[in-house]
């Protein structure tokens, strides 16, 4: 089935700089990749997808790439702020139908 | 408009007994799914409903969990009997039919629970 492999699974970073997150999958159909932020005590809510047909997408001080032939895609924050505190998590379809999620990765911006 | 609803958000359980987890997805969401999170773990895909049917149940556990989804509107998860390794946050995502796996999924507060 399919794998989807998250690094780190925690981040400290300081206010101001940047961060980023990574995950590999392994399922080569795979071709919708959503970036979930779970804030402490609310649901995981999406901030960002990247579908297979482009390389790069960008939402003001969040980006995601993918790289279809590594099989690797990655989040980043810049300048980070204390809000951004959260666990984040990537995802992969698999099979067309359904979604495999990483293990999330803990962040804490320190102001 | 409303979001998933799951209920209850909190339950601790014994060993053996029954607990019944329900979701009720956004309105019009055709596609449900069930996941868990165990601590610092990812959240693990349990199962996914087209309305009614089960499109993919390959992530359940064992046969100790019975989803279902009658009249395809909300959805309940039952676990009987309970072990400890059960434990966990469940959560209940909804989408439209749309694009299959390519729609956005909406996650419901989750419901944590504890078998002791």
């Known amino acids: 089935g399919e794998n989807v492999e998250q690094h780190p699974s925690t981040l400290s970073v300081q206010e101001g700089d940047s961060a980023v997150i990574k995950c590999t999958y392994s399922?080569?159909?795979?071709?919708?990749f959503p970036w979930y932020k779970q804030e402490l005590g609310k649901r995981p809510q999406l901030i960002i997808d990247?579908?297979?047909?482009?390389g790069e997408k960008k939402d003001q001080r969040i980006a995601v790439t993918l790289n279809k032939t590594a099989k690797h895609f990655s989040l980043h924050i810049t300048e980070t702020q204390p809000e951004d505190s959260a666990v984040y998590f990537c995802?992969?379809?698999?099979?067309?139908?359904?979604?495999?999620f990483g293990a999330g990765t803990r962040l804490t911006v320190k102001p | 408009e409303a979001g998933v609803t799951q209920f209850p958000s909190h339950s601790v359980i014994e060993k053996g007994q029954t607990v019944t987890l329900r979701c009720d997805p956004i309105?019009?969401?055709?596609?449900l799914y069930w996941y868990r999170r165990v601590m610092g773990k990812e959240i693990k895909f349990l199962l996914h409903?087209?309305?009614?049917?089960?499109?993919?149940e390959s992530g359940m556990p064992n046969n100790r969990f019975l989803a279902e989804r009658t009249g395809g509107t909300y959805s309940t998860l039952k676990v009987q009997p309970a072990e400890l390794e059960d434990s966990g946050v469940y959560f209940c995502a909804s989408s439209l039919f749309g694009q299959g796996a390519r729609e956005t999924q909406y996650f419901g507060p989750g419901t944590r629970l504890l078998v002791l």
């Open positions: 399922d080569s159909a795979s071709n919708y």
């Open positions: 995802a992969a379809t698999y099979n067309n139908n359904d979604m495999r």
């Open positions: 309105s019009g969401h055709d596609n």
């Open positions: 990247i579908r297979s047909n482009v």
């Open positions: 409903f087209v309305k009614e049917s089960k499109q993919d």
